[in-house]
C-alpha cells in the first residue's frame, strides 16, 4: 500500500496511564489518576438531571447541525450561531484545520513544548514545523512573528500553555495577531479557559471581529467535566466557520453528548466554584515548591509542571508504585518535570506527602 512517507515511524497519542491498569500491575486497590487534565469534581448536577431524564433512540442519528448547543453557544459567548464550529472534541477541529490548510508546499507555527496534536497533524499532511521554544514556560511570540513568511499557512496559540500552564497575555495576542499577515491563520486554543483567575485576562471573543484570521478553540472536556462525551467548539468569524464545516464528519457530535454539554453550559456557578477549587489547589502546590526550592511555571490551568530533582520517568514510576498517575515531563518535552492535575484538597495533600517521602 501506498502510505503516505510522513507516517513511517509515528505513533498514535498516548494518553496516561488507566486506573484498571496501573491497578492490575501493581495489585493496588485505589488509585488517583492527576494526569489528564480532568475536572476532579466531575460535572454539574444538571448534567447527571439530563442523563436521568434522556431516552435515547440509538436507531436515530444525532441532529447534524446541532442546533441547540450551537444557539446556547452563540447567547453564552455573544457571537452568532454560523461562527461555531463544533467538534468531537476540540481535537477533532484540529484536525480539520490541519486537513484545510496544511501539505507539503506549507510550514506551521508553534511553541515547543505544546499540545502534541498540532505537531502531530502537521506531520500527517506534510507540512513543513517551525517550532519556536518558549521562553519562561511562555509563547515567544516575537520569534513566532520571525518564524512566519509567505509558505505559513497556520499559527498556533495554546494559552494558558499545556504542558507549561502559562498564560498569555490578551494585549500580547492582539498585538501578534495585529503583526501576522491576514492570509495566515491564526488558532487561539483556549481549552483551560475556565481556570483562569489573572485579572488581567480579557475574554478575546471581541477580538474576532477585529481579525478575520482569528480562530478560538474551546471544549467541555476540561471544567465542564465531559471529557466522555467529546465535545469541543471554534469560535471565528462566518466566512473561516463555512470554509471549516465542509471537513466536518457527518454527526459528529452525539445526541447525548449535545445534550450533556447544554446542560453543564447553563450552570456556570459551578464552573465558578471550580475555579476557586482550583485556585486553593494550585496553591497547595506551589507552597509545597517554594518550600523545597522547587522550580514550578506558575499555572492558569488546571495543572501545575513541576521539578522534582529526580528523572521525570522514574519519578512517574515510583508515584504509580503508590497509588498516584501523574505525567511524566519526558513525554511532554519538559525533562526532570511532572505535570500532575490540580485534584480536590485531600488528593492533593495526598500527593504531596508520597512525593515528599519519594524524594526523600
Known amino acids: 500500500m501506498n502510505w503516505k512517507p510522513q507516517l513511517a515511524g509515528m505513533k498514535a497519542y498516548q494518553p496516561g496511564k488507566s486506573v484498571e491498569e496501573v491497578k492490575q500491575q501493581y495489585g493496588l486497590e485505589s488509585i488517583v489518576k492527576l494526569a ?46 454560523r461562527q461555531v464550529l463544533l467538534g468531537s472534541g476540540s481535537d477533532e477541529i484540529i484536525v480539520m484545520i490541519a486537513r484545510a490548510l496544511l501539505g507539503p508546499d506549507t510550514n506551521t507555527v508553534m511553541a515547543s513544548p505544546t499540545f502534541s496534536q498540532y505537531r502531530h497533524n502537521a506531520i500527517i499532511e506534510g507540512a513543513e514545523l517551525r517550532e519556536v521554544p518558549l521562553i519562561d514556560g511562555a509563547h515567544d511570540l516575537d520569534g513566532m512573528l520571525e518564524a512566519i513568511d509567505q509558505h505559513t499557512a497556520a499559527v498556533w496559540i495554546c494559552s494558558p500553555n499545556n504542558p507549561t500552564g502559562v498564560l498569555t497575555s490578551p494585549a500580547a495576542v492582539r498585538s501578534f495577531i495585529g503583526q501576522v499577515p491576514a492570509d495566515v491563520l491564526v488558532v487561539l486554543d483556549e481549552a483551560y479557559f475556565e481556570y483562569v483567575t ?14 478575520p484570521n482569528l480562530l478560538v478553540l474551546r471544549t467541555f472536556s476540561k471544567a465542564y467535566g465531559l471529557a466522555g462525551f467529546r465535545v469541543g467548539y471554534a469560535l471565528g468569524q462566518e466566512e473561516v466557520i463555512a470554509r471549516l464545516d465542509p471537513l466536518r464528519p457527518p454527526f459528529n457530535v452525539t445526541s447525548i453528548s449535545q445534550g450533556a454539554a447544554i446542560s453543564a453550559l447553563s450552570d456556570q456557578a459551578f464552573i465558578e466554584e471550580c475555579r476557586e477549587l482550583n485556585r486553593k489547589g494550585l496553591k497547595q502546590y506551589e507552597e509545597f515548591a517554594d518550600k523545597r526550592g522547587l522550580h514550578y511555571f506558575k499555572s492558569s490551568g488546571n495543572f501545575i509542571l513541576m521539578e522534582t530533582g529526580r528523572d521525570s520517568d522514574e519519578m512517574f514510576q515510583e508515584l504509580m508504585k503508590r497509588g498516584f498517575i501523574v505525567r511524566s515531563g519526558n513525554a511532554l518535552g519538559a525533562l526532570g518535570y511532572i505535570r500532575i492535575t490540580v485534584g480536590t484538597e485531600q488528593q492533593n495533600r495526598q500527593l504531596l506527602d508520597v512525593l515528599d517521602e519519594v524524594m526523600a
Not at 44 to 68: I, M, Q
Open 36 to 81: 489528564s487534565n480532568e475536572n476532579p469534581f466531575g460535572s454539574s448536577p444538571k448534567v447527571a438531571e439530563f442523563l436521568k431524564g434522556f431516552a435515547l433512540n440509538p436507531a436515530v442519528y444525532p441532529d447534524g447541525y446541532a442546533a441547540g448547543l450551537r444557539t446556547a453557544l452563540a447567547a453564552a459567548t455573544g457571537v452568532g450561531e
Open 198 to 211: 489573572d485579572p488581567s485576562y480579557q475574554n478575546p471573543i471581541e477580538l474576532l471581529q477585529e481579525f
